[in-house]
């Protein structure tokens, strides 16, 4: 079983920064992809940016040059989501994606956290 927990969540004003970051854990053996989707009220889930296991990255139109993922080399289980010049259009629940082969049987496992409130509002 993999456990996928967001954590940085919050209230900023526009123009502000965060920093959110996914932990993934449990029976795994590897991770092909880590990738933070959103959702807000009334609309559907969209990717916000991905990052594969050879580091490759991928955003989505509206947070290119705003928002940047990255994860530290010690621990690869680990994103971080940098949101900076925030707007309000960005408020949304965060959640973050997790893909990869499970520890116990290589079995593929696609985990979802539970996600973390952003809101943007002066």
């Known amino acids: 079983q993999v456990q996928v927990v967001e954590s940085g969540g919050g209230l900023v004003q526009p123009g502000g920064s965060l920093r959110l970051s996914c932990v993934a854990s449990g029976s795994i053996f590897s991770i092909n992809a880590m990738e933070w989707y959103r959702q807000a009220p009334g609309k559907q889930r969209e990717l916000v940016a991905a990052?594969?296991?050879?580091?490759?990255?991928?955003y989505g139109d509206s947070v290119k040059g705003r928002f940047l993922i990255s994860r530290t080399n010690i621990n690869k289980n680990t994103v971080f989501l940098q949101m900076n010049s925030l707007e309000p259009e960005d408020t949304a629940v965060y959640y973050c994606?997790?893909?990869?082969?499970?520890?116990?049987?290589?079995?593929?496992?696609?985990?979802w956290g539970q996600g973390t409130q952003v809101t943007v509002s002066s």
């Open positions: 994606n997790v893909r990869g082969s499970s520890s116990t049987s290589r079995i593929a496992f696609d985990s």
């Open positions: 990052m594969t296991s050879g580091g490759r990255t991928n």
